[in-house]
């Protein structure tokens, strides 16, 4: 199944708030994700950079401006769902 992102706020730290076009919605800490030694990742370990994501057009997922995205599946199993 493939889950879409529709809409991406940031909440804290690496704490992100997600809709998916399913209708889930919740937090997601995605600092576990990123923690991962990569190079892909480093940059988001600097908050500010973090801080910068947005949804990508074409993948429908969280995206960084240095070409980083979450697959949007790994994204919607780690979900918190909040009210």
């Given at each position: 199944?493939?889950?879409?992102?529709?809409?991406?706020?940031?909440?804290?730290?690496?704490?992100?708030?997600?809709?998916?076009?399913d209708g889930t919605a919740g937090?997601?800490?995605?600092?576990?994700?990123?923690?991962?030694?990569?190079?892909?990742?480093?940059?988001?370990?600097?908050?500010?950079?973090?801080?910068?994501?947005?949804?990508?057009?074409?993948?429908?997922?969280?995206?960084?401006?240095?070409?980083?995205?979450?697959?949007?599946?790994?994204?919607?199993?780690?979900?918190?769902?909040?009210?």
């Open positions: 199944m493939y889950y879409d992102v529709s809409e991406a706020r940031y909440v804290s730290g690496y704490v992100v708030w997600l809709r998916f076009k937090e997601i800490d995605i600092w576990p994700v990123i923690a991962r030694d990569g190079p892909i990742f480093r940059p988001l370990k600097d908050i500010e950079f973090f801080k910068q994501f947005y949804i990508d057009a074409e993948s429908e997922t969280v995206a960084w401006p240095n070409g980083a995205d979450l697959a949007p599946d790994v994204l919607h199993d780690r979900i918190r769902i909040t009210a």
